[in-house]
């Protein structure tokens, strides 16, 4: 028996993602063949009224796998006998239930939740049929992280915490280790010698949405590079694990990450117009919903390459992206010193396509001589068999299976929270205020530390 108790289960996320995903992994067989939702929420709510929320928010073709396999549980955090209907249910289960706690909350409540979870006997220490799932943020800046994770170590041992960064669920974020490592053309070239600089983009169509609340004390920075464009970077750059498996690879991951350095001026905050006038925003708010970093990576590897990071909302169009530029080399501009070539380029494509394009120099066909450029593809989309599962998907079945490759352990979110509070208190000014994307590459171009990227 295994049971998901999903703490914020009235919440956009368990809306959007988390229940569309369980039906996908239940559609498809993979959830084991005895699993209950039990859905956690403060409201005093039967089943039904859950079902009828549900209903008003999700198309039923989302839920109809699920639809018996879901529970509401109220729980009421601040009462010492708050979680006894959960107890009760979770216990008349039998010993042997696999329980997977998952808290889709702010992270100001993780504290209040895992203790009481902890000191209702819900979940104990090392016990190992049973494990916890953060969603992101974990914190806030470091010391919030730091306040957080003591805690939890109170309660639970590493190796039972799961923190969620949803990126590491993405088909693509997954393959960039396969690319590099697997593929001897790549790894040879994968340093400063051959490389000129790498861009990590992730721009997104729409604005902050309701999220007022959240976003206004966040930002882009802590919302989007300290998670998923860190992320990115880490496994772009990271040198090669000693074996494929979570440990290793989170060891490389925190030793690369360990080395970021930046300058005080290679940082570039801005803020769409009409942000101040969104629900919940503050009037005078200088949170930006654009930055723009150029990080250096202090090694042998990648000395004075630069990584540019960039995030942001209300661009042109939604898509995130690795491009990896390579240097020009000396042969090719001394046989053909008359044409003017262009350099190869790699891009990850990791949304809304997913795959690899690679942009190389051929002849035209034809009399000429003529040299241009042209593109290999690779499309998960049209190449890869059956449907790309959405990341929480995966995420999810790594949980039940106890793989915590997809997961980030607590080292790595110091070290990425350490990064990050040096720019905010380092870096940040009073954001500039973008009416486009245009406007924004027009006076990024501008800045001489941006004008060749
Ligand atoms: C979330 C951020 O982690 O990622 C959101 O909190 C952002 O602000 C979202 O919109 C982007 O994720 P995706 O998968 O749509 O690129």
């Known amino acids: 028996m295994t049971v998901f108790t999903i703490f914020g289960s009235t919440g956009d996320l368990m809306y959007n993602k988390l229940l569309p995903a369980l039906n996908n992994l239940q559609k498809n067989n993979h959830l084991p063949g005895d699993t209950k939702i039990l859905c956690v929420g403060r409201r005093d709510w039967d089943t039904s009224d859950y079902l009828a929320a549900v209903d008003e928010a999700v198309d039923s073709s989302k839920i109809s796998e699920i639809r018996t396999m879901l529970e509401y549980v109220k729980v009421s955090l601040d009462e010492a006998s708050g979680y006894d209907a959960l107890k009760g249910k979770i216990?008349?289960?039998?010993?042997n239930t696999e329980k997977i706690f998952y808290l889709a909350l702010p992270p100001s409540l993780f504290p209040?939740?895992?203790?009481?979870?902890?000191?209702?006997?819900?979940?104990?220490?090392?016990?190992?049929?049973?494990?916890?799932?953060f969603e992101k943020p974990f914190g806030e800046d470091l010391e919030s992280a730091h306040e957080i994770n003591r805690t939890l170590w109170n309660y639970f041992e590493e190796d039972q915490i799961y923190r969620i960064d949803h990126y590491l669920g993405k088909e693509m974020i997954q393959n960039i280790l396969t690319l590099r490592f697997a593929n001897r053309i790549f790894e040879s070239d994968w340093n400063k010698d051959s490389i000129e600089k790498v861009s990590i983009i992730v721009k997104e169509k729409h604005g902050i949405d309701n999220r007022g609340n959240y976003y206004d004390s966040i930002g882009a920075l802590r919302d989007m590079v300290q998670s998923h464009l860190?992320?990115?970077l880490a496994l772009t750059a990271m040198e090669a694990p000693r074996a494929f498996n979570a440990q290793s690879i989170r060891k490389e991951k925190v030793s690369l990450l360990k080395k970021l350095s930046l300058e005080k001026g290679d940082v570039f905050n801005a803020q769409y117009q009409g942000y101040k006038a969104e629900p919940k925003v503050r009037k005078d708010s200088r949170t930006e919903t654009f930055v723009a970093l150029k990080v250096f990576i202090d090694d042998s590897r990648w000395r004075d390459v630069p990584f540019y990071m960039m995030t942001g909302k209300k661009m042109n169009e939604k898509s995130s992206e690795i491009i990896i530029d390579f240097k020009e080399n000396d042969v090719t501009k001394n046989l053909w010193p008359d044409q003017k070539l262009?350099?190869?380029q790699l891009v990850v494509k990791v949304a809304p396509d997913e795959g690899v394009s690679f942009r190389m120099n051929v002849k035209e066909t034809g009399l000429s001589n003529k040299i241009i450029p042209s593109r290999m593809d690779y499309s998960h989309g049209k190449d890869a068999f059956g449907n790309v599962p959405e990341a929480?998907?995966?995420?999810?079945?790594e949980i039940v299976k106890k793989n915590a490759l997809l997961f980030t352990r607590w080292d790595e979110i110091e070290t990425t929270w350490r990064f990050i509070d040096q720019v905010t208190n380092r870096c940040m000014k009073a954001p500039y205020i973008y009416e486009s994307e245009d406007d924004l590459i027009k006076t990024l171009q501008e800045r001489s530390e941006y004008n060749d990227s």
């Open 112 to 133: 209040k939740v895992a203790g009481g979870l902890s000191q209702n006997g819900l979940i104990k220490k090392g016990e190992n049929t049973a494990r916890i799932v």
């Open 392 to 397: 929480y998907e995966k995420l999810l079945l």
């Open 230 to 232: 860190l992320q990115m």
């Open 91 to 95: 216990e008349s289960n039998g010993e």
């Open 342 to 344: 262009t350099h190869n």
